[in-house]
């Protein structure tokens, strides 16, 4: 199985930038499909992004698209989402997950990482 650590939270003014990394170890990284949920104090955990193996497909929530960019480095063994533009709305705790392929379900979750946009 692989195990997932999220850095690069922090707190931004909104219109700001922020970069969350998600890097893994244990079984080959480019096995794996990858993906970028968020909870806000108080709601359900959401989808944010999600990318295939060799990074070639992406998907992103209506309410990050074209503010939010996914993308992996096989060879790092690191996912990232470039977060531009943010807004107060988007302050939460945000998790990579890895599922074995793009229909599976995500069996496997970081910890967390945590992003506050200030207004």
């Known amino acids: 199985q692989v195990q997932l650590v999220e850095s690069g939270g922090g707190l931004v003014q909104a219109g700001g930038s922020l970069r969350l990394s998600c890097g893994a170890s244990?079984?080959?990284?480019?096995?794996?499909?990858m993906g970028w949920f968020r909870q806000a104090p108080g709601k359900e955990r959401e989808f944010v992004a999600n990318?295939?193996?060799?990074?070639?497909?992406?998907n992103y929530a209506d309410s990050v698209k074209g503010r939010f960019t996914i993308s992996r480095d096989n060879a790092r063994r690191t996912m990232y989402l470039q977060m531009n533009s943010l807004k107060p709305e988007d302050t939460a705790v945000y998790y990579c997950?890895?599922?074995?392929?793009?229909?599976?379900?995500?069996?496997?979750w970081g910890q967390g990482t945590q992003v506050t946009v200030s207004s």
């Open positions: 990318i295939n193996w060799s990074g070639i497909k992406k």
């Open positions: 997950a890895a599922r074995n392929s793009d229909y599976a379900n995500f069996d496997y």
């Open positions: 244990g079984r080959t990284f480019s096995n794996y499909a």
